[in-house]
Nanobody, 115 residues
Framework: QVQLVESGGGLVQPGGSLRLSCASSGITFSIYDMRWYRQAPGRQREMVTTITRGGTTRYPDSVKGRFTISRDNAKNTVYLQMNNLRPEDTAVYSC?????????WGQGTQVTVAS
């Protein structure tokens, strides 16, 4: 049974930091490209960042320089370090594992940025 379990969300003040984790089981983690997505109320889901199985990372301009994705293949875990958080970063953050047509999602973790 495949599981992706996110953790690390919470309430943080603007300018603060959070580190999200996504622990996987049931897949050969190292061959999967891993992504973080987010969805705010009333808005479409958007991709936050990607790290390929080879370690290449990509970020949209909205988070570039503030967010960092990393992976630990020995722990089957992907991380999202979020710094200088803004109220507009408030959303449910979900991790995604994809390898060709094989794709899995976590349940998501809430991140709220407010003073």
């Amino acid at each position: 049974q495949v599981q992706l379990v996110e953790s690390g969300g919470g309430l943080v003040q603007p300018g603060g930091s959070l580190r999200l984790s996504c622990a996987s089981s049931g897949i050969t983690f190292s061959i999967y490209d891993m992504r973080w997505y987010r969805q705010a109320p009333g808005r479409q889901r958007e991709m936050v960042t990607t790290i390929t199985r080879g370690g290449t990372t990509r970020y949209p301009d909205s988070v570039k320089g503030r967010f960092t994705i990393s992976r630990d293949n020995a722990k089957n875990t992907v991380y999202l370090q979020m710094n200088n958080l803004r109220p507009e970063d408030t959303a449910v953050y979900s991790c995604n594992a994809k390898w060709y047509t094989s794709e899995y999602w976590g349940q998501g973790t809430q991140v709220t940025v407010a003073s």
